[in-house]
């Protein structure tokens, strides 16, 4: 997780948030950080509260913390959990702050969710070992989880998911 009071800025390559910016203005993005590559960019932001794919390009040089220890971008890993504020300045250049880096929160976007679907993919992650904090979010059809990484990997409980029946949605990578 980034420490609180450092931010890193850097350059992006940004489309589809939610918000159109203005010079001067900025808005703040929640969610899952999706595969490199994907859409034939570095990264995308898999956006909390709206299953919107926020396309980002991050500097190469990038470095974050994250669990008290300063990695490069390259090497932060899908699924992971990031808040970052976007910035227009009056040249009309996007820049982002990365607030938030952390590996042991994640979203997953559904296609729908029932509210049978929805308490039953939160009973299946409630009783996972290491899960700590399921919450739904109703109208984007998201759940976002608080884990343990020690004990549960992102990809694990996506498997768990999947291997469950759940269908996850296209931001889901």
Not at 95 to 113: A, Q, S, W
């Amino acid at each position: 997780m980034l420490k609180s009071g450092k931010k890193l800025i850097l350059f992006v390559l940004i489309t589809g948030i939610s918000t159109i910016l203005m010079a001067g203005e900025s808005t703040t993005v929640k969610g899952a950080l999706g595969n490199k590559g994907r859409l034939g960019l570095s990264y995308v932001i898999c956006e909390l509260g709206s299953q919107k794919c926020v396309p980002v390009t991050f500097d190469e040089d990038l470095k974050v913390n994250v669990d008290g220890k300063l990695i490069s971008i390259e090497n932060c890993k899908e699924g992971w959990y990031i808040e970052a504020t976007f910035k227009q300045d009056a040249d009309g250049k996007t820049t982002v702050e990365v607030n938030r880096i952390d590996p042991g929160k994640t979203v997953f976007c559904f296609p729908e969710l029932t509210v049978e679907s929805a308490g039953q993919v939160k009973q299946l992650l409630n009783n996972t070992p290491g899960v700590k904090t399921v919450r739904e979010y109703k109208s984007s059809s998201q759940i976002f989880v608080d884990f343990d990484t020690s004990r549960i990997s992102y990809l694990q409980l996506r498997e768990k998911l999947t291997e469950a029946g759940f269908q996850l949605g296209k931001t889901a990578l």
